[in-house]
T-cell receptor, first 116, second 117 residues
Framework: DAKTTQPNSMESNEEEPVHLPCNHS???????IHWYRQLPSQGPEYVIH???SNVNNRMASLAIAEDRKSSTLILHRATLRDAAVYYC?????????????????FGKGTLLTVNP | GAVVSQHPSRVICKSGTSVKIECRSL??????MFWYRQFPKQSLMLMAT?????????EQGVEKDKFLINHASLTLSTLTVTSAHPEDSSFYIC?????????????FGPGTRLTVL
């Protein structure tokens, strides 16, 4: 899977929007952009994923650059419960056959701190 | 969303003993599950891919004789840490792909904190 680059940490205030950037300049045409987050002492949880178009769900929005070399995860109103490590991961579902194509390679992610 | 459970959530054992960790997909079937290990302040590292009805696939550098994986059914995978030593103390997390949101997402268990004395 292609590599992503994220800031080590970011800080936000409660109830303000948060924009978490991710650079993936070597992304291939079939790579999906996935975001997961890990709250302290818990397993990661899926946040959102997309290919080319911007995506919205109940947790967040994903804005993908036109050239797909970067993306931004948007939390519209941060809460204290959003404090976590956010991972941006590229996945090519066509690269492998069988169940192994779902494995994820985690980078260091961005530690988001939310101030009350 | 889909639910993956792990048991136990926390275990403390003496050096040299074996510890079994269970990973269950509660409301969906998983022919494949993944086992990760996470040391403090570090990211998750994939250890192995658990395949229902066949042998697990281990990542480079992971000892298959030390970390035994059994995927006996479509909803259960177990990881046994054999002859555990203090350096095996870590946070072990399993995951399974699929569930209700489609097969391109992973659902993670809550993790098992292993402490080897």
């Amino acid at each position: 899977d292609a590599k992503t680059t994220q800031p080590n940490s970011m800080e936000s205030n409660e109830e303000e929007p948060v924009h978490l950037p991710c650079n993936h300049s070597t992304i291939s045409g079939t790579d999906y952009i996935h975001w997961y987050r890990q709250l302290p002492s818990q397993g990661p949880e899926y946040v959102i994923h997309g290919l080319t178009s911007n995506v919205n769900n109940r947790m967040a929005s994903l804005a993908i650059a036109e050239d797909r070399k970067s993306s931004t995860l948007i939390l519209h109103r941060a809460t204290l419960r959003d404090a976590a490590v956010y991972y941006c991961i590229l996945r090519d579902p066509l690269l492998f056959s069988g169940g192994s194509n779902y494995k994820l390679t985690f980078g260091k992610g961005t530690l988001l701190t939310v101030n009350p | 969303g889909a639910v993956v459970s792990q048991h136990p959530s926390r275990v403390i054992c003496k050096s040299g003993t074996s510890v079994k960790i269970e990973c269950r997909s509660l409301d969906f079937q998983a022919t494949t599950m993944f086992w990760y290990r996470q040391f403090p302040k570090q990211s998750l590292m994939l250890m192995a891919t658990s395949n229902e009805g066949s042998k697990a696939t281990y990542e480079q550098g992971v000892e298959k004789d030390k970390f035994l994986i059994n995927h006996a059914s479509l909803t259960l995978s177990t990881l046994t840490v054999t002859s555990a030593h203090p350096e095996d103390s870590s946070f072990y997390i399993c995951s399974a792909p699929g569930g209700f949101e489609g097969t391109d997402t992973q659902y993670f268990g809550p993790g098992t904190r292993l402490t080897v004395l």
